[in-house]
């Protein structure tokens, strides 16, 4: 099955930047979505950026538009997330997630693979 490792989560102070990274293994990367989520105070999990199989489309979240940028790596197997000019709110715990086909949704998919969590954390 498939793995996801997440790494790059810590504690900054607003404005700050930090680089999220998830590592995949188990299928064949290049061909399915993959998307950041974090999780509400309700415990449920919103989508914060996506980007497609093959790289050419993203979405971010209305509350991070203009300020992060997604991008994926076939050769390593990986997706970055760069957080920049990061606020309070952004707090949270980020979770990678590879969809079960090429194209991305806002929904968390029933049949995704989740990596463990980061713990981004920014001070005011």
């Known amino acids: 099955q498939v793995q996801l490792t997440e790494s790059g989560g810590g504690s900054v102070q607003d404005g700050g930047s930090l680089r999220l990274s998830c590592a995949a293994n188990g299928r064949s990367f290049s061909t399915y979505a993959m998307g950041w989520f974090r999780q509400t105070p309700g415990g449920s999990r919103e989508l914060v950026a996506a980007i497609s199989a093959s790289g050419l489309h993203t979405w971010f979240a209305a509350f991070v538009q203009g300020r992060f940028t997604l991008s994926r790596s076939l050769a390593e197997n990986t997706v970055y997330l760069q957080m920049n000019n990061l606020k309070p709110e952004d707090t949270a715990v980020y979770y990678c997630?590879?969809?079960?086909?090429?194209?991305?949704?806002?929904?968390?998919?029933?049949?995704?693979?989740w990596g463990q969590g980061t713990q981004v954390t920014v001070s005011s």
């Open positions: 997630s590879q969809y079960s086909g090429s194209y991305y949704r806002s929904e968390p998919d029933p049949r995704a693979y």
